[in-house]
């Protein structure tokens, strides 16, 4: 086995994503000694078949099963890894967000009280923690969330009772407890990783929960939390709608975007790729109420030219906002001294796309000054006057 080795271990259907997932890994301190192996599983059946194909081909003693929309920014991260399992042989498992007082409902996830995770929804960024009230240590918990799982030992992925994408996660948690292993969560001052999520469907969840229910009874206890709620409609709904967003936008029919976005908007309900066709919508809004040099769509072809454009603008901002050298996004940089991305654009997804927005804003206002751009440079500055009033984006998993 490769003792003083680690294998981060992927599954992936979207290579842009996987390929930013990579570049932070990338970026990583890896202890002395220590090598790095990352394995990518694609078209996997199940999260549980793709992790079990990639634990029995690697050899790494040290194993970190990731989603590939995470990203880890703290560039210590395999030093305090490494660290916290030498330190602790009876823990099997870190995470980056758990609990405990798992519920006898099966909805483990409203069990999170302990950790942190820097979220980028699509239309939102913030801090979730664990609850106000965590103590400032590394805490054992029940089951961690499956965004991120390293593990120094293991434990066969339960791919005969999990078939899909749910809940495995919360059976490794309690099969590296039957194992007689801890889980466990270390403090983090700021989160240690991104996750770049989408708002889940749930299309098979309530199945994985029967499952999870009828197989670990006594990992599944605590009185009280939620029951399980499903919008099969809406789901479909959505789905459909949004195969109808794209092909307006293909055409470019944005008035009907509009109407459809608003139609959205107005019902309260959450849809991933409505809310990303939301925040195009309102730069296309802008952008023809400014009269900008260079539209957000220009030299688009088709949809999968914008979203990947899309994407690239807001990896490329978060880079900035993370405070990486200025290599790391000189394609942004470029874009925005030549005008090829609006002011309108970047402040749209800089609103949903960043935490800490007045640190970005900073770095926006001295690009345009040093380029002469005083118009954008003013309205940075307008906008920043804001955000300096405002704190910084934090959620809780669990109420004090």
């Not at 930013?20 to 192996?37: A, Q």
């Not at 293991?154 to 309690?174: A, M």
């Not at 670990?216 to 939390?225: F, M, S, W």
């Not at 260079?294 to 899309?310: G, L, R, V």
Request: hydrophobic letters at 40%.
């Amino acid at each position: 086995m490769g003792k003083r080795k680690f294998a981060f271990i992927i599954a992936v259907n979207n290579e842009i994503y996987f390929e930013e997932c990579t570049y932070y890994i990338k970026r990583l301190r890896v202890p002395e000694g220590f090598s790095v192996d990352i394995l990518a599983i694609r078209d996997a059946d199940s999260m549980c078949a793709a992790y079990n194909a990639a634990m029995q081909s690697s050899d790494a003693r040290y194993k970190v099963y990731m989603h590939q929309d995470v990203m880890i920014r703290n560039v210590h991260f395999l030093e305090r890894i490494i660290e916290l399992f030498m330190q602790n042989d009876n823990v099997g498992m870190i995470g980056m967000l758990g609990g405990n007082q798992m519920p006898k409902t099966g909805m483990t996830y409203l069990a999170w009280n302990v950790g942190a995770v820097d979220c980028r929804d699509p239309s939102l960024a913030y801090y979730q923690m664990g609850a106000p009230d965590m103590k400032k240590e590394d805490t054992v918990v029940e089951a961690a969330d499956g965004l991120l799982i390293a593990t120094q030992y293991d434990v066969p992925w339960r791919e005969d009772l999990f078939t899909h994408f749910d809940f495995y996660d919360i059976s490794q948690s309690f099969e590296m407890r039957k194992a007689g292993y801890e889980i466990l969560i270390p403090y983090q001052e700021k989160p240690w990783v991104i996750h770049d999520s989408s708002f889940v469907k749930l299309t098979y969840y309530d199945e994985a929960r029967k499952i999870c229910l009828k197989e670990y009874p006594e990992y599944l206890y605590a009185e009280g939390g939620h029951e399980f709620v499903y919008d099969r409609e809406w789901n479909e709904l959505s789905d459909v709608l949004a195969e109808q967003v794209k092909s307006l936008i293909e055409n470019g029919d944005w008035k009907q975007v509009g109407e459809i976005i608003a139609s959205y908007r107005s019902t309260g309900r959450k849809s991933s790729t409505l809310e990303m066709f939301g925040v195009l919508y309102d730069i296309y809004r802008k952008e023809q109420q400014s009269g900008v040099k260079h539209s957000f769509f220009e030299d688009t072809a088709d949809y999968p030219a914008i979203y990947k454009k899309y994407l690239s603008v807001r990896f490329l901002l978060r880079r900035m906002e993370l405070g990486m050298e200025e290599e790391a996004y000189q394609e942004l940089l470029d874009a925005i001294r030549s005008e090829y991305i609006s002011y309108d654009a970047l402040e749209k997804m800089l609103l949903c796309a960043t935490v800490e927005r007045k640190s970005v804003l900073e770095k926006l206002i001295a690009i345009y000054e040093e380029a002469g751009m005083g118009a954008q440079s003013a309205l940075c500055k307008r906008a920043y006057q804001v955000i300096k009033r405002s704190p910084l984006p934090v959620t809780y998993c669990q109420k004090a």
